[in-house]
């Protein structure tokens, strides 16, 4: 058996040399994928911790297995402050992630066929909020709501007559592309009209919507679901929220939060990852802090900045602009429709990391759609602010504008190298050792 007390420099080499790569990549380029952070010191050495060994299915003070006492204090101190950060009547945090957490509550909620309305994928929608090649879509009957065709916007009247006439038992309101404000009291009101459940999603903007930066869906929607490694800067997972009382079922023999948590476990999941929730904890502990609340406030101040020196470029936005930490090119009046995934490439090779993305009414595909999503919560912890949007943003249009020139994107690579050296990731703190 190899030593248990070797560094992973000397055990495995091979994996060693992987992570200092991937280190020096993220380190030497502009992160603009909007799902993406860069976590604090203390939230990995939470990850990387001894909590990884141990079983406990269950939920703290109720486990199937013994030696939880230590376990079910990081437990109950993830929960408490998710609380607090959010406002929730009830949370769990136990999912493995935002899609499961999302299949929880399905699963906890709906019937197999039932019918339920998500925001269209090319418009912004998560895989799991209906698509055709998903769970959510192949399991349950997906009714889309679209945005308007003219302005890109949500038009909760139009929403409104679709979910008379649908009838859906959940309306999911929540976003991974669509770059404007969620009304979520809209949303409520369409709910209560039609007799539905509101679920909302926002893997994307939780930090926004916990520190008052976007209206917070906790006190109107049934559940909320969240992932905890985006805008909340936690290890990656998930997250539910929701009421207690299930408005539906008042007298059922379960409550909507024991709905939830039975679908969690033992429903969908096993044992949970206790030291990943143990960074959860870690995590909502920073985003209680004030500093956590300025930081959201710059994330959009950077998306604006960012936005604003694309369209002086030329470049048109999805929606006209941003109100959160996401914007989307659209690459059709550059003559680049369906040529998302080129621009992507080209972007790689300058040292600017971004997604290719669909846009609304796609007249692409999903492979090569006509889109490129960007999002300032990973450049904004580095220390980013708005001047250094404004090179970022230039960088962009530079690369976009001549595709095909080497010289050009060589050109950009070195002044993206020049700026990253400006922002040093993980200074003085060795994240191998
Ligand atoms: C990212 C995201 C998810 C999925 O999260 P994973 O952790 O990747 O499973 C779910 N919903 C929305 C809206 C998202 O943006």
């Known amino acids: ?42 939230v990995l050495q939470a990850m990387g911790s001894v909590l990884t060994n141990k079983y406990s299915e269950g939920y703290p003070h109720k486990r199937y297995y013994g030696g939880n ?39 906890a909620l ?12 090319n418009a912004g929608g998560h895989l799991t909020h209906g698509s055709s090649v998903n769970f959510s879509g192949k399991q349950y009957n997906c009714v889309a709501y679209n945005v308007d065709k003219e302005t890109e916007l949500l038009d909760y009247d139009q929403i409104k007559k679709q979910a008379k006439k649908a009838k859906p038992k959940l309306i999911l309101s929540g976003l991974t592309a669509y770059p404007r404000k969620l009304d979520f009291k809209a949303f409520q009101e369409i709910c209560d009209e039609v007799g ?45 929220m929701c009421k207690i009382e299930d408005k539906f079922d008042k007298n059922g023999k379960k409550n909507l939060a024991q709905k939830i948590d039975s679908a969690v476990f033992p429903g969908l999941q096993g044992g949970p990852h206790d030291h990943v929730n143990a960074a959860k904890a870690v995590a909502f502990g920073e985003d209680l802090r004030p500093e956590f609340k300025d930081y959201c406030k710059q994330i959009v101040k950077n998306a604006k900045a960012l936005a604003d ?47 290719k993305n669909t846009i609304p009414y796609e007249p692409g595909s999903p492979f090569n759609p006509s889109g490129i999503r960007l999002g300032t919560p990973a450049v904004t912890t580095r220390g980013f602010k708005e001047s250094e949007m404004k090179v970022v943003g230039e960088s962009i249009a530079k690369v976009i504008d001549n595709l095909d020139d080497k010289k050009v994107i ?10 990253c050296k400006k922002f040093p990731l993980y200074p003085e703190f060795d994240i191998l050792k």
């Open 1 to 42: 058996m190899t030593d248990m007390m070797d560094s992973i420099e000397k055990i495995d080499p091979e994996i060693y040399r992987i992570i200092k790569k991937e280190r020096d990549r993220l380190s030497d380029g502009v992160e603009l994928i909007p799902s993406e952070n860069v976590v604090s010191i203390a």
């Open 69 to 107: 006492e230590i376990i079910d204090m990081a437990e109950d101190l993830a929960i408490e402050r998710a609380k607090k950060l959010f406002g929730a009547e009830h949370v769990n945090v136990q999912p493995y992630s935002g899609s499961p957490a999302n299949q929880a509550v399905f699963f």
């Open 410 to 419: 060589e050109s950009v690579r070195k002044d993206i190298l020049e700026l």
């Open 196 to 240: 539905a459940y509101h679920m909302s999603d926002i893997a994307h903007i939780a930090g926004l919507c916990a520190t008052g930066v976007h209206e917070n869906p906790v006190p109107y929607a049934d559940v909320v679901t969240t992932t905890t490694h985006k805008t909340l800067r936690g290890p990656r997972g998930g997250m539910i």
């Open 110 to 121: 709906l019937n197999l066929n039932d019918t339920f309305m998500g925001l269209d994928l």
């Open 309 to 355: 020196t694309l369209m002086d470029k030329g470049f048109e936005l999805v929606a006209g602009g941003t109100d959160n930490h996401l914007m989307v090119i659209k690459l059709v009046n550059k003559g680049l429709t369906g040529k998302g995934k080129d621009v992507q490439t080209a972007l790689d090779e300058a040292g600017i990391t971004v997604n």
